[in-house]
């Protein structure tokens, strides 16, 4: 959804972006200086900016919950058998 939403930023402001470029976009190590250098409007960057805050934020939050869950379930392996 997040993802989706920038993209739809970028083609209001004609921009198609390759592949490469949007996995360096939406990765929070190098998606704010990749946006630096993207040409969009002050209003577009503003959005483009709070969207992958939030994207970077659930994105987060699911690696975080995964590993709760793993853990969570560290308990049981004893008793669980899996086939395959």
Do not use: D, Y
């Not at 969570?72 to 392996?77: Q, S, Y």
């Amino acid at each position: 959804m997040h993802k989706n939403n920038a993209q739809a930023i970028f083609v209001e402001n004609g921009l198609e972006l390759k592949r490469e470029l949007k996995c360096r976009l939406f990765a929070p190590e190098s998606g704010p200086e990749v946006l630096k250098e993207m040409k969009v409007s002050a209003a577009s960057r503003v959005c483009l900016e709070l969207t992958l805050e939030i994207l970077w934020k659930v994105e987060e939050g699911k690696e975080r919950l995964a590993t709760e869950i793993l853990l969570a379930g560290e308990a049981l392996r004893s008793q669980v058998e899996l086939r395959q």
